[in-house]
């Protein structure tokens, strides 16, 4: 599903965030990514979404080239990912509901499936019965479940989180956790960057460490550290 050859990315500063990076993650996995601040975690992300662009190397994605999409392409290229991120991003003067149904709209679903789709997503994360309030009367763990339902509406392929438990305390971030799980076993391939070592140990899933740019660890082949 997700291939990088040779991926480096550097800025105009300097700041090398990704160096030479070779990773490849199946279709269906479920992967935890971890590291250090500056590791270049979030700059891998940017990468898949095509937010940045890399400095040299070649990046697959469900088999697209993503070097060779035109700007015309990327926006429905973006629709086979759903993200989710550490501050919810919801629009506070939109209901639950209007949060949902907000990523149907803009990615031109026609209107009279929009309900239908939103309803699901919100039944998904155990939400229809909040559909109607603002994300000010949710509690945090709420508003993150929110917006999973928002990230999946849309049936991506590909789920990105980043650090979707940062604000959350221990029950509530293991409750989205489990959703992402639930969400994962339905054959949507799963990224999640995470700092939560609890996390890291509970979830029992591919981990991902990286430093200073490179992978140092990947337990998919038994927790070796082969980095520098």
Known sequence: MIQLE????????GQKAITQLDLTIGRGEFVLLEGESGAGKTT?????????????GTIRVN???????????????RRM??????DFKLFSDFTVYENVAFAL?????????IRGKVLEALREVGLERKAKLYP???????????????AIVNQPAILLADEPTGNLDRKNAMEVMWLLHRIN?????????????????NMKKRIITLQHGRIVKDSSRGGYFYGN
């Open 6 to 13: 040779h991926v480096s990315k550097i800025y105009p500063t």
């Open 44 to 56: 891998l992300l940017d990468l898949l979404l095509k937010d940045t662009e890399p400095t040299e």
């Open 63 to 77: 088999g697209i080239d993503t070097g060779r999409l035109k700007k015309r392409q990327i926006y429905r290229y």
């Open 81 to 86: 990912f759903g993200v989710v991120f550490q």
């Open 105 to 113: 709209r803009v990615s031109e679903t026609a209107p009279e499936k």
């Open 136 to 150: 000010g009367q949710l509690s945090g763990g709420e508003c993150q479940r929110a917006a999973v339902a928002r």
């Open 185 to 201: 076993e339905g054959g949507t391939t799963v990224l999640v960057v995470s700092h939560s070592q609890e996390i890291l140990k």
